[in-house]
């Protein structure tokens, strides 16, 4: 078995990283190793906190006990236990977002146009704060491209329906969260098209944007 260098020597003794790649958990060094056996200064850095150490004899003695392989037993059923718990909660975050209603809100041409540039403006000037690379540079609807004016609406209407989010509450995990996400964005997105089908473009563009990039030039 090979182990890093701060466990030097390495024939004789352990650190906290060789002991979780043979299955240990920090719960179980705590209640079966409790202090470690030597401290070391971190190679790398020596503000850091000491290197624990265990010796390679008292672990072993450790692991073939009854005591280890019940605690053992115990951790890996905590383990699934709360893998179970979230991939249910997914589940349910998923069946939710899946059933929420997303209700757009429904305005005149000239009240998009104008609640969209100021929502833009403010953003911009948001970014201006504390950046001195960035200059604020107010738009009006009138000199807006229609390409930037489709864009800024679909942000502005976004904005409007980030209450949503608050379905992602409580998940945790890259996997879970970012399926949950990709569907709660998909479904604004074809709700935001519905209700304003001149923007179906630019809601087709942020999400295939979104989810792969913007093309490459």
């Not at 299955?23 to 060094?29: A, D, E, K, L, Y």
């Not at 906190?49 to 008292?58: A, G, W």
């Not at 950046?131 to 738009?139: I, L, M, N």
């Amino acid at each position: 078995m090979t182990h890093d260098k701060a466990c030097r020597p390495r024939d004789t003794h352990l650190s906290t990283a060789g002991l979780r790649a043979r299955g240990w958990t920090v719960r179980m060094v705590r209640q079966l190793l409790g202090e470690p056996d030597l401290l070391r200064a971190n190679p790398y850095f020596r503000t850091a906190p000491q290197t624990r150490l265990y010796r390679v004899e008292r672990v072993e003695a450790v692991e073939a006990s009854e005591e280890f392989r019940a605690v053992s037993a115990a951790s890996v059923r905590r383990s699934v236990a709360a893998k179970a718990a979230a991939q249910r909660r997914r589940r349910e975050v998923l069946a939710r977002i899946a059933a929420e209603p997303v209700d757009v809100p429904r305005l005149p041409p000239d009240r998009l146009s104008a609640a969209a540039v100021a929502h833009r403006n403010h953003r911009d000037e948001e970014r201006g704060h504390g950046r001195r690379d960035h200059a604020p540079g107010p738009a009006a609807v009138e000199s807006a491209a229609p390409e930037a004016l489709a864009r800024w609406k679909v942000n502005y209407l976004r904005h409007r329906l980030t209450r949503h989010d608050e379905l992602l509450d409580g998940l945790r995990g890259h996997t879970g969260r970012a399926a949950a996400e990709e569907l709660l964005r998909r479904r604004v997105y074809a709700a935001i098209a519905e209700a304003y089908p001149d923007l179906a473009q630019e809601c087709e563009r942020q999400l295939r944007d979104r989810e792969f990039g913007p093309p490459r030039t």
